[in-house]
């Protein structure tokens, strides 16, 4: 992947852009020995130019995982204060899962009912709330699928069909898919889209706003929260049933974990965005001598937010073509995948453009190729949805610089 176009290499790294600085390389060195090695082995050794031109190795070295600026990274997350330090995002988390809830219960009962008045109260709860911290276009989408599910999940609704929608070039209204599902007039899973766009639109855009100040061990914790982790950075999905699933991840996080393999390398967003905190707990208690690592850890952090996030729509898309082609078609899980790859996709429309790889132009191009004005095109016209789909997947690989392989592997999870 070539440099981020201008701006100085110092630039980019202040504002996360994503190439490789001596420094991120640092942080990502240290992820890679801490998954390839034990917590007593993963000893490091430095380089003469320490600090923002260090190198991590595995083996040798002075103790385990310490950064150029002289400071330990402990192998673990402590923060006896994590809850009191979090709050804010610890209620904005609380209140995705509340928001995504009042639309699952009005869809599981067909005579169930949520007034867009109360989903609005979700989305604007609390100060900070979902809204305040979304970008211009995440508000203005999520106010939009808002009003939608509210008019359509009343009793007595009206029923949608993909036959009618594609007889009519789009139904005149949304309603129930299957007697259950709330989709709009062209077959958007609005449940779905809300849900995943406020990860990127929403929480993304927050955790950008924390890293602009003074970042201490207390913003760190902040920005686990608001990624969706607890401190036990457990790499568990929120599918997961194993006997430590209490300690499962939400929010992006979960789906980070998705798209990690958990062991071995080369190593998935999830595991290089706990080694990121990590460091920038440790580098954020070493003060103004750790700056560089600091930035390094935060360029990692986002970088592979963003990189989960558009992993995910293309798993989400494959996942909607398998449903789509199943026999018997399964419709409503493949609406809802593609609403949740809607969501993905457009949830970085907005956001400051040197704080992200992607581009809103890039973003309208992969919308238009997968088709989103006509989602039910996946029911009515499978086939040609499904090529459109392929190239999709080469689109999102072209921008993240994946091969062939990670792009197959991406429509796995873990």
């Known amino acids: 992947m070539g440099p981020c176009p201008g701006g100085t290499a110092m630039q980019k790294l202040r504002s996360f852009a ?5 420094a991120q390389a640092l942080v990502l060195a240290f992820v890679a020995g801490t998954a390839a090695c034990g917590e007593d082995e993963n000893v490091v050794r430095t380089r003469p130019d320490a600090g923002a031109a260090a190198t991590l190795e ?3 070295g002075t103790g385990p995982g310490t950064l150029g ?3 330990s990274v402990p192998p673990v997350y402590e923060s006896p204060n994590f809850a009191a330090n979090a709050k804010d995002e610890l209620d904005l988390k609380r209140h995705v899962i509340e928001l995504d809830l009042k639309m699952r219960t009005a869809e599981a009962d067909a005579a169930g009912e949520v007034s867009a008045a109360e989903l609005q109260a979700l989305f604007k709860a609390g100060a900070p709330n979902l809204r305040s911290i979304a970008t211009a276009a995440t508000q203005a989408k999520v106010d939009e699928y808002i009003t939608q ?13 993909p036959g009618s929608a594609e007889v009519e070039g789009g139904a005149p209204s949304g309603g129930r898919y299957n007697n259950a599902d709330i989709v709009s007039a062209v077959g958007l899973s609005l449940r779905e889209v809300i849900a995943k766009t406020l990860l990127g639109g929403s929480l993304y855009n927050h955790a950008l706003a924390l890293s602009t100040g003074a970042v201490t061990e207390a913003t760190v914790d ?6 969706g982790a607890t401190t036990k950075l457990a790499n568990r999905s929120e599918a997961d049933t194993s006997p430590n699933a209490g300690d499962k991840d939400d929010l992006l996080a979960a789906y980070a974990a998705r798209r990690d393999t958990k062991t071995g390398t080369p190593l998935g967003p999830y595991r290089k965005i706990k ?3 990590l460091v920038a707990k440790a580098a954020a208690a070493g003060g103004e001598k750790c700056r560089a690592d600091l930035d390094a850890a935060l360029g990692v952090y986002f970088r592979e937010w963003e990189r989960a996030s558009y992993l995910t729509a293309l798993f989400s898309l494959n996942a909607a073509a398998t449903s789509a082609s199943a026999n018997p078609v399964k419709g409503a899980d493949a609406l809802r995948a593609f609403g949740e790859a809607l969501g993905f996709l457009q949830s970085f429309k907005g956001i400051p453009q040197d704080r992200r790889l992607i581009t809103d132009a890039q973003i309208d191009k992969l919308l238009q190729v997968v088709g989103f004005a006509t989602p039910y095109q996946l029911l009515t016209r499978t086939s040609a949805r499904m090529v459109a789909f392929n190239s999709g997947y080469q689109e999102i690989g072209a921008v993240y610089g994946l091969t062939q392989t990670e792009i197959e592997d991406a429509k796995k999870a873990y």
């Open 18 to 22: 994503r190439v490789f600085t001596p």
């Open 58 to 60: 595995a083996g040798g």
């Open 69 to 71: 600026c002289g400071v």
């Open 149 to 161: 599910f509210g008019e359509l999940a009343v009793v007595g609704g009206k029923t949608w069909t």
């Open 222 to 227: 902040r920005l686990l929260a608001v990624y």
């Open 275 to 277: 080694g990121a905190l």
